[in-house]
């Protein structure tokens, strides 16, 4: 079975660009979240996304917006990028349930130049 | 944004040794996890603990779940090469899907 899978795996940006990154959940998993890690530190929560509606967002300003589609996979987009948005960015996905875990994808390499 | 206080920072450790190391926080979680990163990959899921109190082991992994919510610890015994990489702690609250992860211990370890 696939796994969540990520696209693209490396991107560089411009600065004031936008940026639109995809994710592929496990099938069969309705929820989606999209994490940002940067270099030396944990990931940090953005967006959660079930049944295509938005569940919770972390601290993260009004640039960053996301969605997802009918088939349960999402996009996050960045506009007006700066260079501290250069981070490995990550999707998990996770089926519905009293204990369930979140599974990640091998995340979008984001440089912003 | 929030994190969890993971330590120790880094580990360098010979082959066959035993390792721990701890997570705190200052909110309570219901659920803890362990995963591992390995450079240029997404985390991956080591163990997930769903019970304060709780012990559990999968292999040479034995993960706690503390008592007051509050910590978790991991334990990894007889170290072999393949355990080199980031270890992360993650916690979940009450009706959040959100995790929140600590900063990470990178493991390193000795042939």
């Known amino acids: 079975d696939a796994g969540v899978t990520q696209s693209p795996t490396h991107l560089i940006k411009t600065r004031g660009q936008q940026v639109t990154l995809r994710c592929s959940p496990i099938?069969?998993?309705?929820?989606v979240s999209w994490y940002q890690q940067v270099l030396g530190q944990g990931p940090q929560f953005i967006f959660q996304?079930?049944?295509?509606?938005?569940?919770g967002r972390g601290n993260f300003p009004d640039r960053f917006s996301a969605r997802q589609f009918p088939n349960y996979s999402s996009e996050l987009n960045v506009n007006a990028l700066l260079l501290g948005d250069s981070a490995l960015y990550l999707c998990?996905?996770?089926?519905?349930?009293?204990?369930?875990?979140?599974?990640f994808g091998q995340g979008t390499r984001l440089t912003v130049v | 944004g929030q994190q969890l206080n993971q330590s120790p920072q880094s580990m360098f450790i010979q082959e066959g040794e035993d390792v721990s190391m701890n997570c705190t926080s200052s909110?309570?979680?219901?659920?803890w996890l362990w995963y591992k990163q390995d450079p240029g990959e997404g985390p991956v899921l080591l163990i997930a603990?769903?019970?304060?109190?709780e012990l559990t082991s999968n292999g040479r992994l034995t993960v706690q779940f503390g008592t007051t919510r509050k910590d978790s610890f991991l334990n990894i015994s007889a170290s072999i090469p393949s355990d080199v990489g980031i270890y992360f702690c993650?916690?979940?609250?009450?009706?959040?899907?959100?995790?929140?992860f600590g900063s990470g211990t990178r493991l390193q370890v000795q042939p």
């Open positions: 909110s309570i979680f219901n659920t």
């Open positions: 099938s069969g998993h309705k929820s």
């Open positions: 993650a916690g979940q609250g009450t009706g959040r899907r959100a995790l929140t």
């Open positions: 998990a996905s996770r089926s519905t349930g009293m204990n369930t875990e979140a599974f």
């Open positions: 603990l769903y019970k304060a109190g």
């Open positions: 996304y079930y049944e295509k509606e938005e569940r």
